[in-house]
């Protein structure tokens, strides 16, 4: 049952602390997505991936947020340091894009719902 | 750039009976997809339905179905034969065809389903 896993998922932090959120989308999928939803804000975009290459991360606050992906099997989303404004669910989606469009679903994974006190 | 409009921050429906989920957008791209996600308690998203806009025929999806209005950018959601498993938050979503695959999310719908 191929799915996308998210690592931890539930995070209660101190303000000033580092935290990394981890997602491992599934095999084979090239395209990775990290989304942030707040009550304020509902969904958005922080950032994607392509081929392990950034596409686009306008939607993340340069100075503390920064997304990688080591491997193909490995997406990480790490704030440092954290603010309590950080709080909220965070999600990783994956898909498979070919070519230049893609009809192809999002997976989602579960969601870290992290706690900034 | 594309936004979603969802204009009923709550609805609620008998068990049984058939309740219609609003959605807008703006966009000035001919050819998109749009999709209902559902979100129940354990937050987990979960796709409900999808459209394509270059098909004329609304998607259907077991009790589920879609109202789409190209012209009127209105893609609403009916869910029939509603069931207490239906509870949750419905997020409508648009994505383009080209370019940035990113979803755009409408602020969500609470449904809650009476016994």
């Known amino acids: 049952d191929a799915r996308v896993t998210q690592t931890p998922r539930d995070k209660v932090t101190e303000m000033g602390q580092e935290v990394t959120m981890r997602c491992q989308p599934i095999?084979?999928?090239?395209?990775v997505f990290w989304y942030r939803q707040t009550m304020m804000q509902g969904l958005e975009l922080l950032a994607y991936?392509?081929?392990?290459?950034?596409?686009?991360d306008s939607g993340m606050p340069k100075d503390r947020f920064s997304a990688e992906m080591p491997d193909a099997t490995l997406a990480t989303l790490k704030i440092q340091p954290s603010e309590p404004r950080d709080s909220a669910v965070y999600f990783c989606a994956s898909g498979l894009t070919t070519g230049l469009a893609s009809n192809n679903e999002q997976f989602f994974g579960p969601g870290t719902r992290l706690t900034v006190l | 750039a594309q936004t979603v409009t969802q204009s009923q921050p709550e609805m609620s429906v008998q068990e049984a009976e058939t309740v219609t989920l609003s959605c807008t957008y703006d966009t000035s791209e001919s050819d998109y997809y749009l999709f209902w996600y559902k979100q129940p308690p354990s937050r987990q998203m979960i796709l409900v339905i999808r459209?394509?806009?270059?098909?004329?025929q609304n998607a259907t999806e077991n009790r589920f179905s879609v109202n789409f209005q190209k012209a009127a950018k209105s893609f609403s959601l009916k869910i029939s034969d509603s069931q207490l498993g239906d509870a949750a938050m419905y997020f409508c979503?648009?994505?383009?065809?080209?370019?940035?695959?990113?979803?755009?999310f409408g602020q969500g719908t609470r449904l809650t389903i009476n016994p």
């Open positions: 991936f392509r081929n392990r290459a950034p596409l686009d």
């Open positions: 095999l084979g999928h090239n395209t």
């Open positions: 459209q394509e806009a270059y098909k004329q």
């Open positions: 979503a648009y994505r383009s065809v080209q370019g940035a695959q990113k979803l755009v």
